[in-house]
C-alpha cells in the first residue's frame, strides 16, 4: 500500500504540474472552483489510509493532516489569483514543518507528507503561470 501511495504522489505531482493538466483544472468553467476543492477533499482517503493503516490508527496525525490540507486548499483557492502560488508554497512549507516536529511518522514515510502537499496545494490549485515565447533565461 506504502508503495502504491508513493507511485500516485510522483505521478501527481508530474502530471497536476503540467501546462494542460493547468488549463484543464483552471478553465473558465463556474464549477471548476467547486470540482478543485472536491479533488483535494478526495484525497482524505489518502490521509486516512495512512494514517488508521498504515500508522496503526493514528487519529492525531490523520486529523491535523486533513485539517492542514482542507485549511490550506480553502487559503490557496480563495487567495487572489497573483497570491496563489505564495500561499500554497506558505501552507507547504507550514505542512512538511509540522510533520517533520509535531506529528511524528516512521522515517521511512518522511517523504509522505512534503509529496502529499506539494501535488495538492502547488500543482493541483496553483493555475498556469503565462508563458513568454522565445526567451531563454
Keep these: 500500500m506504502v508503495a502504491l501511495a508513493g507511485l500516485d504522489l510522483i505521478g501527481g505531482v508530474l502530471t497536476n504540474a503540467t501546462n494542460a493538466a493547468k488549463r ?10 467547486r470540482a478543485r476543492l472536491l479533488f483535494v477533499s478526495a484525497h482524505l482517503i489518502h490521509l486516512a489510509a495512512m494514517g488508521l493503516y498504515v500508522l496503526s490508527g493514528d487519529l492525531a496525525w490523520t486529523s491535523a493532516n486533513a485539517a492542514l490540507l482542507l485549511g ?15 500561499v500554497a508554497m506558505a501552507v507547504l512549507m507550514a505542512a ?36 513568454e515565447r522565445g526567451r531563454d533565461v
Aim: with cysteine.
Design 24 to 33: 484543464w483544472y483552471h478553465r473558465a468553467d463556474p464549477a471548476a472552483r
Design 72 to 86: 490550506g486548499a480553502v487559503a490557496v483557492e480563495f487567495a487572489p489569483v497573483h497570491l496563489r502560488r505564495p
Design 96 to 131: 512538511v514543518l509540522v510533520n517533520l516536529f509535531w506529528l511524528p511518522a516512521p522515517a521511512t514515510l518522511a517523504w509522505f507528507a512534503p509529496l502529499f502537499f506539494l501535488k495538492l496545494l502547488v500543482c493541483h490549485l496553483v493555475p498556469e503561470a503565462p508563458l
